[in-house]
């Protein structure tokens, strides 16, 4: 097994890479509500995340295994939070608010799931978790880069962010890191690393709406 078979048999992929939320915003229609929604509930999730990335530095055995978690961990900090930082500012978006805002039923169900598979799993069960979170930004980065980016649109320093040489190096570096951890795994395995995979993508997909929702 590897990160692309994790890909491939997922049913929710294409919704949430594809997600309305991600046109919109490749088109730069949408609302302002809906993105200040969302950067609030991400900057929340990925104080989560982190912490995930942090137990897999924890939970890994050699060096190299480390180095991802490493480089994962200086991604969501000074990548990505950094980016919503930067957003928070030029919108004047107070940070107190966005660190004293009350999680949603959404982003508490995805940041606990993949907390919960990080603390109560392998490491390969680890990654199988948090696989759709990262690698599915960097196809949409990518994507979005490919098909030609368009001019002032007020969402492009979030496209920057995954679209970068840097994010793509990451997620390069972690689809090498997931192949080898799930190379050996048995069927017993291939479909416990499915089936973490498949919840946390279909946990993306609500992720994406309850910002169109503002729910
Ligand atoms: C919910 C969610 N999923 C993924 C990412 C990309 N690390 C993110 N920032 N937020």
């Known amino acids: 097994m590897n990160y692309q078979t994790l890909r491939h048999n997922?049913?929710?992929?294409?919704?949430?890479?594809?997600?309305?939320?991600?046109?919109?915003?490749?088109?730069?229609?949408?609302?302002?509500?809906?993105?200040?929604?969302?950067?609030?509930?991400?900057?929340?999730?990925?104080?989560?995340?982190?912490?995930?990335?942090?137990?897999?530095?924890?939970?890994?055995?050699?060096?190299?295994?480390?180095?991802?978690?490493?480089?994962?961990?200086?991604?969501?900090?000074?990548?990505?939070?950094?980016?919503?930082?930067?957003?928070?500012?030029?919108?004047?978006?107070?940070?107190?608010?966005?660190?004293?805002?009350?999680?949603?039923?959404?982003?508490?169900?995805?940041?606990?799931?993949?907390?919960?598979?990080?603390?109560?799993?392998?490491?390969?069960?680890?990654?199988?978790?948090?696989?759709?979170?990262?690698m599915g930004y960097g196809e949409i980065g990518k994507r979005i880069k490919d098909n030609g980016f368009i001019t002032g649109n007020p969402y492009q320093p979030w496209i920057d962010v995954f679209s970068s040489d840097e994010f793509q190096a990451i997620t390069a570096q972690n689809e090498a890191q997931i192949d080898l951890l799930l190379a050996d795994a048995s069927p017993a395995q291939a479909d416990k690393f499915q089936r973490l995979f498949d919840t946390a993508a279909r946990m993306e997909v609500n992720f994406w709406q309850q910002a169109l929702d503002l729910s």
């Open 10 to 134: 997922c049913p929710s992929w294409n919704n949430y890479i594809q997600h309305e939320f991600v046109q919109q915003l490749t088109a730069g229609t949408l609302a302002a509500d809906s993105f200040r929604h969302y950067l609030i509930q991400d900057y929340l999730y990925l104080i989560h995340y982190t912490r995930v990335m942090a137990l897999s530095v924890y939970k890994s055995d050699t060096l190299a295994q480390m180095r991802v978690g490493q480089s994962g961990i200086n991604a969501m900090l000074d990548l990505e939070i950094g980016m919503y930082l930067d957003f928070c500012h030029q919108w004047g978006i107070p940070l107190a608010d966005v660190e004293g805002a009350a999680e949603s039923a959404v982003t508490i169900a995805y940041s606990r799931y993949i907390l919960d598979a990080a603390m109560s799993g392998s490491l390969a069960e680890l990654y199988a978790a948090i696989a759709p979170c990262l």
